[in-house]
């Protein structure tokens, strides 16, 4: 089972990055994944009992999906958390973004933004995408505020049944990639300028 970074107030607070797996970063995934599934199965879609009989080949797959990528959140050396950004089967020209799990230790530190940058980073990298697309249950107004800061809009809300067999309604949200490519290019091409002038991003701004 994953061995998570002790949460202990003596030792500073660790570096987060985001790290992109491969197929031979299977263990990682599984043991980031079984932890997910222990500490959130109504939230997670998937049952711990039988996925931690998986093979090795299937972990692998897991891992590095052929019409997606996943990520660990690394607190340090150590791993932390997950994410995924996979093809909606329905729409292809839509990347999903789910599966995101931060271990209890390492909540409240501001880490959902580095998780949508990453995706939003990988996907507009990619071809055939024009949308990116991600979801919470209703109440979960955590997510609903890192999603809306990322710059994710609303677009619907169904009725569906969760993973824990109730029912409830999830919001679903969408970004318009081709338009975050425009806003990323131009931002980066500002704090070149800023940089080459000796400005601040802020000062340059005001102007």
């Not at 009992?49 to 050396?77: C, F, K, N, Q, V």
């Not at 949308?131 to 609903?144: I, K, V």
Request: hydrophobic residues 40%; charged residues 20%.
């Amino acid at each position: 089972m994953l061995q998570l970074v002790p949460a202990l107030t003596a030792r500073p607070r660790p570096t987060y990055r985001m790290r992109q797996l491969t197929r031979d970063d299977w263990s990682i995934f599984r043991s980031l994944r079984l932890a997910a599934l222990a500490d959130a199965p109504s939230l997670m879609g998937g049952d711990f009992e039988i996925e931690r009989h998986y093979d090795p080949d299937t972990w692998r797959r897991m891992a590095a999906p052929d019409s997606g990528a996943t990520w660990a959140l690394m607190a340090g050396h150590r791993p932390a958390g997950m994410t995924y950004a996979k093809r909606d089967p329905d729409q292809a020209d839509t990347v999903i973004f789910g599966g995101t799990w931060i271990a209890p230790a390492h909540r409240g530190h501001g880490l959902a933004r580095l998780f949508h940058e990453t995706r939003l980073s990988w996907a507009i990298e990619q071809t055939g995408y024009r949308w990116s697309s991600c979801s919470h249950r209703r109440g979960n107004h955590a997510s609903q505020n890192a999603i809306l800061r990322a710059g994710f809009r609303l677009y619907k809300i169904t009725h569906e049944q969760w993973f824990d067999g109730t029912w409830d309604y999830e919001y679903h949200y969408r970004i318009d990639l081709d338009a975050y490519r425009v806003e990323q290019a131009a931002a980066a091409t500002a704090a070149s300028w800023s940089r080459s002038w000796g400005l601040s991003p802020s000062l340059h701004a005001s102007g």
